[in-house]
């Protein structure tokens, strides 16, 4: 059974940091995309980065409202995937998601195109 538990969420300030792990188990996504979508209160879940396989290596993929702050990264080892978030604002509130592809490793910015989720892990940011 594949489970994927998000955890890192929390309350800070505008400008802080926060650190997101989304662990799985049942399931070595080493050949596979993930990704991390959020959805803000009354709005859709949207993307937010990805991280997928190719023969040269990983690919990721970041929304524009996060380039540059956000950074995705995951460590095969630990069957862990992480999403540095940086010079938080108050517009990235939302539950944060991390998701799973089961058949390809080409990240995919559509939330229908993963097979596996994270029960979510709550931000706000202040302002």
């Known amino acids: 059974q594949v489970r994927l538990v998000d955890s890192g969420g929390g309350l800070v300030q505008a400008g802080d940091s926060l650190r997101l792990s989304c662990t799985a188990s049942?399931?070595?996504?080493?050949?596979?995309?993930m990704g991390w979508f959020r959805q803000a209160p009354g709005k859709g879940r949207e993307f937010v980065a990805g991280?997928?396989?190719?023969?040269?290596?990983?690919?990721?993929t970041y929304a524009d409202s996060v380039k540059g702050r956000f950074t995705i990264s995951r460590d095969q080892a630990k069957n862990k995937m992480n999403l540095q978030m940086d010079s938080l604002k108050p517009e990235d509130t939302a539950w944060y998601f991390c998701?799973?592809?089961?058949?390809?490793?080409?990240?995919?910015?559509?939330?229908?195109?993963?097979?596996?989720w994270g029960q979510g892990t709550q931000v706000t940011v202040s302002s």
């Open positions: 998701a799973g592809r089961s058949t390809s490793g080409v990240v995919s910015l559509w939330d229908t195109n993963y097979t596996y």
């Open positions: 049942g399931w070595a996504f080493t050949y596979y995309a």
């Open positions: 991280i997928g396989w190719s023969n040269s290596g990983d690919t990721i």
